[in-house]
């Protein structure tokens, strides 16, 4: 099986409790540090899938890794290789096949519900998930639905949390969440967060349960990568 390429922007918005599921089924993968100067390789077909991870730069700067990694993400999609994305990845995977990236109406950061969408596809993958199910938000920007993209999940202030199309997977939420990611991310991005509000937690209320909230969240993980690795070629 050649293995999964995952692609990280930042070092401490890494694969997370991806890295667990795919060595727990022995799924060989490498990532790819941007952050480090790695290159996104031209071709996608040395991969058996591509998986894009978050990041603070916007999908909309002009970024030389990101310009090519867009292009890496169409010529897989016209290649029928599955990709995944999360937050940025997702962010990716959309303006790639043809969305855009807004402003969100708010800034949506911490623990949130989410729920599905009233449709075939969207129930068929949520069937084994309560109705309503929470996992991590940290995120000022949004994507459009591509032309022909189902979308599967929405949070209140959020309508497109996470989208099908074809093979290509988009989270704008984090499932990939570990319990040193969250306080990572509260330190590292800590003059990045806005004021406490009915759609920004405070660092508190992010660290409260936080042990109990990441088992939930791998949970969910599980039944998305599920999911997403049965369309991987072995």
């Known amino acids: 099986m050649k293995p999964i390429l995952i692609f990280r922007h930042i070092a401490c918005e890494g694969p997370g409790y991806l890295r667990d599921y795919l060595t727990s089924r022995d799924i060989p993968f490498q990532t790819i540090c941007l952050d ?9 077909s040395t991969s058996s899938g591509l998986v894009f991870m978050g990041g603070p730069t916007s999908v909309n700067d002009t970024v030389p890794c990101l310009e090519k990694e867009l292009k890496l993400i169409y010529a897989a999609h016209q290649e029928n290789i599955p990709v995944l994305g999360h937050c940025l990845g997702g962010q990716l995977i959309s303006k790639a096949l043809g969305g855009e990236i807004t402003l969100n109406p708010v800034p949506e950061m911490g623990w949130y519900p989410v729920t599905g969408y009233d449709n ?11 109705e309503h199910f929470e996992v991590f938000h940290w995120h000022g920007e949004t994507f459009s639905l591509p032309d022909g993209a189902v979308p599967l999940l929405q949070s209140a202030v959020c309508k497109n949390q996470a989208f099908i199309l074809g093979n290509s997977l988009a989270f704008q939420c984090h499932v990939e969440m570990k ?13 990045d967060v806005p004021e406490p509000s009915s759609s920004v937690q405070s660092r508190e209320q992010m660290l409260d349960k936080l042990k109990q909230r990441i088992q939930g969240c791998n949970l969910v ?3 998305f990568y599920d999911k997403w690795i049965s369309m991987v070629k072995r």
């Open 120 to 130: 075939a596809l969207s129930i068929e993958w949520l069937r084994d998930l309560p």
């Open 221 to 223: 993980a599980d039944v």
């Open 36 to 44: 480090q100067g790695e290159e996104v390789p031209d071709n996608p």
């Open 179 to 191: 319990n040193n990611m969250v306080q990572e991310w509260l330190d590292v991005y800590a003059d």
